[in-house]
């Protein structure tokens, strides 16, 4: 089998991390299997736009990609009829000079908190023709019947630990929905719910972040057979494709009958997306450890025939069983590869 393994954020641009800190961590199925490979060119794509092509067969830029739509079927929705968009729940926090949004997943927001903030805010889409839906703590929707609004919104992910008036949405009703932001906000900071989190400690739910705008994209059958890997947009994407799905952390296993499988390992763009360079080299020692080890186990023993490691710059490397076995071949320290 053929196995595509994709992980962004490979190449570190974290000035804090030197040559010494990755050498130090002694990976040496990764080094092994880059050293091995022959390096070749590639088209340098966003990681979410490069999935959304892979498993639906169009192209769009990541502000373009319909998140919300696939994620609500996922969650229970009727994400083929209308446009959807996500509201999900956030903490936006002052900073010396603007509104920083916090990673939501730090939130742990209750079933019951989720209910009375949802009845707070409800009556605030009636005049945008929007209905709320909250089928999770952490993934709210507005669901559109007939017309979506004339915006386009910043995913979540890219506007991650960044200042948020910098990333509201853009278009020809985006002053509506700026207005429609702040009476959120004013609405979420007099309820009881954020008293009681800010009593104890917690972070306040103060705002919700619209993003994924979109109606269900059309199902062309992905190109693998399988998916190892990925949060729950890989998830919703497999899903909609009909596409067997794994989580890593149930492990790799691949088998020769197969005849092509994706593994998905972002763990490294998410330390690099929070800007953590001790998230990231953390992460880097585990994908060599849970993700490289037993790939390089299936091309060694021949259930691999080829492994292709994408990445998000323009250079990509393939290996094959044939490729690993060349122990002459000439090595070098890890971080001449990864440092750039």
């Not at 192209?59 to 009727?78: E, H, N, V, Y």
């Not at 079933?111 to 409800?122: M, Q, S, Y």
């Not at 507005?142 to 949405?169: G, R």
Request: hydrophobic letters at 40%.
């Amino acid at each position: 089998m053929e196995v595509t393994l994709n992980i962004p954020a490979l190449f570190t641009t974290f000035t804090e991390i030197d040559a010494t800190a990755i050498d130090d961590l002694n990976l040496v199925a990764l080094k092994k299997i880059l050293t091995r490979s022959t390096a070749q060119n590639a088209v340098t794509a966003d990681y979410e736009a490069w999935l959304f092509q892979a498993f639906t067969g169009q192209d769009a830029q990541a502000r373009q990609i319909p998140f919300a739509s696939l994620t609500a079927s996922m969650d229970g929705l009727d994400g083929q009829n209308g446009f959807w968009m996500r509201a999900d729940p956030v903490y936006l926090y002052a900073d010396t000079h603007s509104l920083v949004l916090r990673d939501p997943r730090e939130l742990n927001l209750t079933f019951a908190e989720r209910d009375e903030l949802a009845d707070n805010i409800r009556p605030l889409f009636a005049d945008y023709g929007a209905t709320l839906h909250t089928p999770t703590a952490t993934r709210w929707y507005l669901h559109f019947e007939d017309t979506a609004p004339q915006i386009e919104c910043t995913p979540l992910y890219e506007a991650l630990m960044k200042p948020a008036n910098s990333f509201l949405p853009t278009g020809e009703d985006s002053r509506r929905w700026h207005t429609l932001f702040n009476e959120i906000q004013m609405v979420l900071n007099q309820s009881s719910v954020n008293e009681n989190r800010e009593y104890y400690g917690q972070q306040p739910i103060n705002s919700l972040w619209f993003w994924g705008l979109g109606a269900c994209p059309q199902n062309s059958g992905a190109a693998f057979d399988c998916c190892i890997g990925g949060g729950d947009y890989v998830q919703a994407l497999c899903r909609h494709t009909s596409n067997r799905h794994k989580m890593l952390r149930d492990g790799i296993t691949v088998s020769r009958y197969q005849d092509n499988a994706l593994v998905l390992e972002d763990r490294l763009l998410t330390a690099q997306r929070l800007n953590s360079p001790e998230q990231w080299l953390q992460a880097l020692q585990l994908t060599d450890q849970e993700v490289i080890t037993p790939l390089l186990a299936g091309l060694r023993q021949g259930d691999i025939r080829k492994l292709v490691i994408r990445t998000d710059s323009q250079q990509q490397f393939a290996c094959t069983t044939l490729g690993i076995k060349k122990f002459w071949k000439p090595g070098c320290p890890l971080s001449t590869i990864l440092l750039r």
